[in-house]
């Protein structure tokens, strides 16, 4: 019998938080203003947090991409859905990504024996398009090395609502 979990309750239960933090960062971003959001890509339960900021106007101001089933897509094709969506924003947007789900299509040089450090080179140079990025990601090389407080953090190896691959994209 298979079960079903609410993601959304465990990684908040998981992490002790009252509500997903990467959720509240950008929750946080955006209740400052007074933008036309994209939601259309979000993740189902960030949308429920994000949809009441959402002004309507004729163009968008700020789009989000968080929806997990996204990060199943080629490399190449979930690029190139980012960088349309910057495209038809004023200001930016939001994505994330999860690492545990990434299949590439090319070979990237450059990279290192560290799993972060080639997460990071392969968005820097894929993310060129973008005035300016942040990078919020929380990305581990050994995950099941690292605990806080006595507890495994998130890391590259953790399915969860919010994906581990973080980055805000300003024009």
Known sequence: MKRYHNWHNLQKDFQGWQIIRPDLDVET???KHSWCLNLEYCHSSLKELLKKYHVPKPAVDFFVVTELELS???LDVFF??????YKN????GYIACLSYYLNCRKSYTGLSNSYSNNIRTIFDQEL???TSTENCSAVTDYPINKLSNGQL??????????PNIRYFLWK
Request: proline content about 3%; aromatic content about 10%; charged content about 10%.
């Open 89 to 92: 924003s004023s200001t930016g």
């Open 153 to 162: 953090i998130e890391g590259s190896n953790f399915i969860f609502v919010h």
């Open 72 to 74: 199943k897509l080629p």
């Open 80 to 85: 190139k859905l980012v960088q349309h969506q």
């Open 29 to 31: 971003v955006v209740s």
């Open 128 to 130: 060129l398009f973008a």
